[in-house]
Nanobody, 127 residues
Framework: QVQLVESGGGLVQPGGSLRLSCVAS????????MGWFRQAPGQEREFVAA????????RFVDSVKGRFSISRDNAKNTVYLQMNRLKPEDTAVYYC????????????????????WGQGTQVTVSS
């Protein structure tokens, strides 16, 4: 049984930083893509960032480029999302996800290719 457990969310002031972690277990994730999505109240879940476990290729949504980074520790089956210069519009529940299969980089932002999901962690950016 695949499990994804996120941690690291919280309340932060605008301009602050948070680091989210997601630990995956239950199967081999070799070659797959691990991603972060977010969902604000009343909005659809949207792609934030993703990384391919094998070669570290990454993709980001335009709104977080230059502020967020994504990394992985394959030995720990863990993916991290470092969020800097946070803005109120980054407020959302952040979800970790793993792809169904290997993905081309150009497909990393498509929610339809992700099969496994965590329960989410709340990030609130407010003064």
């Amino acid at each position: 049984q695949v499990q994804l457990v996120e941690s690291g969310g919280g309340l932060v002031q605008p301009g602050g930083s948070l680091r989210l972690s997601c630990v995956a277990s239950g199967r081999s994730f070799s070659g797959l893509v691990m991603g972060w999505f977010r969902q604000a109240p009343g909005q659809e879940r949207e792609f934030v960032a993703a990384i391919r476990r094998s070669d570290g290729s990454t993709r980001f949504v335009d709104s977080v480029k230059g502020r967020f980074s994504i990394s992985r520790d394959n030995a720990k089956n863990t993916v991290y999302l470092q969020m800097n210069r946070l803005k109120p519009e980054d407020t959302a529940v952040y979800y970790c996800a793993v792809s169904k299969d290997r993905l081309l980089t150009s497909y990393m932002d498509d929610i339809e290719y992700y099969e496994y999901w965590g329960q989410g962690t709340q990030v609130t950016v407010s003064s």
